[in-house]
Each structure stands twice: as structure tokens, then as C-alpha cells.
């Protein structure tokens, strides 16, 4: 979606922390998504941070906004085989009714 | 719950033809989306459904495209007629309005290939 930017590719070493980053326009965002798509297979729901939060940590998972750069991050430490997919961040707001808007996708290749 | 369900998982059709992609979504959701994902174009909105009312079809690329939500447990979404252009990944998604924490649930998609 043209509100939320990502970018598009990352290859990262097995072992090594993953890090993938998203931009959104909308200073009224509520709720800030990362979606997890594997091949084959729809999207799925990884972790979501309220927008009164600057972090949020969950397993090997750290998500970390900047409300006031609208920048959104989502860190995997020690990254394996299977986090290779496709990431999408995605925001929604009151004000546009809770449909969420969804970034271009980060397909990220995790090498041995 | 079992999820959102799409039926079918594939398929293929000729240019010509009319398709109907099917969606149950999860149990006492009260939203239910239709997405098209292409390499070219990522994930598009086509339309969604509160209550089973269209709410904005502002997505749906043409007049051949169309799509009913006669209950709130199942939802369809018709080509016809169908061109090869609309090959791509459908998905259907479905939240609980207000509830931002759970964001969607995505069906597994239907894969639409027409020749």
C-alpha cells in the first residue's frame, strides 16, 4: 500500500539477527502489524504493537516503534531456515474503520 | 476454530468462463475482506463486507468481478467473464471490529490460473 513502505528484499546468514524495517504515513495509526507469509500459503499473523508502545518482545521477536518517525522495525535473532518468507507490515486506525493497509512485503533469505 | 476456509485451494480455468471462489470465514467475525495478491501489483484490496453489507467494492477492478456475502458464514467472490489477466492468489480475511490486537485472520487463498 502506498501509506506503509518497505523494503523489498533482505538475505540474511543463518544464525545472524534479521531486521526489517516499514515507514507509515498515518500519525493516527493504532495498531502496527507484522504478517508472516510463507510459500504456498496465506498471511499470517506474527506480532502487533499498540501504538502507545515502543516495544514489544516476544520469543526471538523484538518489534520497535518510533511513533514520532512513524517507523516501524521487526527483529528475529538468531534467524534459521524456516524464517525464510515473505513479511508484510501492515497499520490500521479508527479513522479508516480498522482496514488494515499493507506494505509491499520484505522477502527475506535466510542462507546456510 | 478451524479458521478462515477457501475452497477451492486451485484453479483453472479458459478464458471465457466463470469462477466462483468461496470463503467461510471464523465464527462471530463481523468483517470479511477479499485480496488479490500479483507479483506486479503485491496485495490488493478488492472489497469488504461489516455485517455481511459490502462496505467499499472501490477494489474490484472491473465489472466482472463481483461478490455476495448472503450470511455470515459464507462469502463468494465471481469472475465472469473470466481473462488471464485475473490469474493471481485470492485471499479471504476476516477480524472482529475494534479488536485491533488480533488484526486478521487470513484464509490459506485460492490460486487462479486462467488460460
Known amino acids: 500500500g502506498e501509506d506503509v513502505e518497505q523494503s523489498l528484499f533482505l538475505s540474511v546468514r543463518e544464525g545472524d539477527s534479521s531486521v526489517i524495517n516499514c515507514t507509515y504515513t498515518?500519525?493516527?495509526?493504532?495498531?502496527l502489524y507484522w504478517y508472516k507469509q510463507e510459500p504456498g500459503a496465506g498471511l499470517q499473523l506474527l506480532t502487533y504493537?499498540?501504538?502507545?508502545?515502543d516495544m514489544k518482545q516476544d520469543q526471538r521477536l523484538t518489534v520497535l516503534l518510533n511513533k514520532k518517525d512513524k517507523h516501524l522495525s521487526l527483529r528475529i535473532a538468531d534467524t534459521q531456515t524456516g524464517d525464510s518468507a515473505i513479511y508484510f507490515c501492515?497499520?490500521?486506525?479508527?479513522?479508516?474503520?480498522?482496514?488494515?493497509?499493507f506494505g509491499a512485503g520484505t522477502t527475506v533469505t535466510v542462507r546456510a | 476454530d478451524a479458521g478462515v476456509i477457501q475452497s477451492p485451494r486451485h484453479e483453472v480455468t479458459e478464458m471465457g468462463q466463470e469462477v466462483t471462489l468461496r470463503c467461510k470465514p471464523i465464527?462471530?467475525?463481523?468483517?470479511l475482506f477479499w485480496y488479490r495478491q500479483t507479483m506486479m501489483r503485491g496485495l490488493e484490496l478488492l472489497i469488504y463486507?461489516?455485517?455481511?453489507?459490502?462496505?467499499?467494492d472501490s477494489g474490484m477492478p472491473e465489472d466482472r468481478f463481483s461478490a455476495k456475502m448472503p450470511n455470515a458464514s459464507f462469502s463468494t467472490l465471481k469472475i465472469q467473464p473470466s481473462e488471464p489477466r485475473d490469474s493471481a492468489v485470492y485471499f479471504c480475511?476476516?477480524?472482529?471490529?475494534?479488536?485491533?490486537?488480533?488484526?486478521?485472520?487470513f484464509g490459506s487463498g485460492t490460486r487462479l490460473t486462467v488460460v
Open positions: 480475511a476476516s477480524s472482529l471490529k475494534g479488536v485491533g490486537n488480533y488484526g486478521y485472520t
Open positions: 498515518d500519525s493516527s495509526s493504532t495498531y
Open positions: 504493537i499498540f501504538s502507545n508502545m
Open positions: 501492515a497499520e490500521s486506525s479508527r479513522s479508516n474503520d480498522y482496514k488494515l493497509s
Open positions: 465464527s462471530g467475525h463481523d468483517y
Open positions: 463486507f461489516n455485517n455481511n453489507v459490502p462496505i467499499d
